[in-house]
């Protein structure tokens, strides 16, 4: 009985596995942002299409889509950076979409995401970016897997000014990897791992315990306070599922005005 119960379940499985379309590895979707002035801003990743890009809103914040650089190459050299010619910001989530010069075939470099699927509470999920590291040459922004699970689904409006569904991840998001996509992985017997969209990186939460206070008594009527506390970090995602029409309707007006288009397309920054 036992035995019959194990296949069914696997099989069940295999057919909702095979009705996913499977993504690529986050190696070969996500890069790294940088200004006009090559300065490291964060992580981005392509979607729907290689010349159409997301990332965290409050990572270009002001900058015009024309100062905006997604890096292509490992060799820092001009050639190796695509520019961004027009970003399209939603009007509350710290979501922005940045479309490529499609005169540029540097982009077909990456492979895109295309599908979002939906998370729950105690899913795990990885994220992949480009964590800040601080050297003696500058900041050296490196890549870096990071997994857990998602902790909860929440409403997150402290980061003024947006609000959006968000996800609570069990594992910190340090400096850089805001802009990375966050994705389930899977794993079949003939074909590997498969990685499947579910959000992006966009911030970090920092929750203090007050662990001891130490009162030392100096010169009489001075006192000097310490108090103990134990941080722990948990990272914030932007959930992709909630944003999937938007997205959409944004990807396909950019495929008609690609089509009509003889040329680049204008450099502009708009919220829609």
């Known amino acids: ?33 940088f200004d006009g002035e090559f300065m490291f801003l964060g992580s981005c990743f392509a979607y729907s299409s290689p010349h159409i890009f997301l990332t965290a809103a409050h990572c270009i914040r002001d900058r015009t889509s024309s100062t905006l650089l997604v890096s292509c190459g490992t060799e820092d050299t001009p050639n190796n950076y695509i ?5 399209i910001i939603h009007p509350t989530a710290d979501l922005a979409v940045l479309i490529a010069d499609p005169a540029n075939s540097s982009y077909s470099d990456f492979a895109p995401y295309r599908e979002v699927i939906e998370v729950e509470p105690g899913d795990e999920v990885h994220a992949y970016g480009f964590h800040e590291d601080t050297t003696d040459h500058g900041i050296e922004p490196l890549d870096r897997h990071f997994h857990g699970v998602a902790q909860r689904l929440f ?13 609570e991840l069990s594992f910190g998001a340090p400096p850089g990897l805001s ?8 794993v079949l017997p003939r074909t590997g791992t498969h990685c499947v969209l579910v959000g992006m990186v966009t911030g970090n939460r920092e929750a203090s315990i007050h662990l001891e206070t130490i009162t030392e008594v100096q010169n009489g ?16 995602a932007l959930n992709l599922a909630a944003y ?3 997205l959409t309707k944004i990807c396909k ?20």
């Open 83 to 87: 520019s961004i010619r027009q970003v």
């Open 179 to 186: 802009g990375g996509p966050l994705y389930k992985s899977f």
């Open 155 to 167: 409403i997150w409006e402290i980061q003024k000014p947006y609000i959006y569904d968000a996800i």
């Open 253 to 272: 007006s950019v495929g008609r005005n690609k089509n009509r288009a003889t040329g680049s397309l204008p450099s502009s920054v708009t919220t829609a």
């Open 1 to 33: 009985m036992f035995k019959r119960l194990s296949t069914f379940l696997r099989s069940g499985l295999k057919r909702v596995l095979e009705e996913i379309r499977f993504e690529p590895s986050p190696e070969s979707a996500t890069s790294l942002l």
């Open 244 to 246: 999937t029409k938007w």
């Open 221 to 236: 009527n001075e006192h000097y306070v310490e108090r103990i506390h134990s941080v722990t970090n948990y990272g914030i």
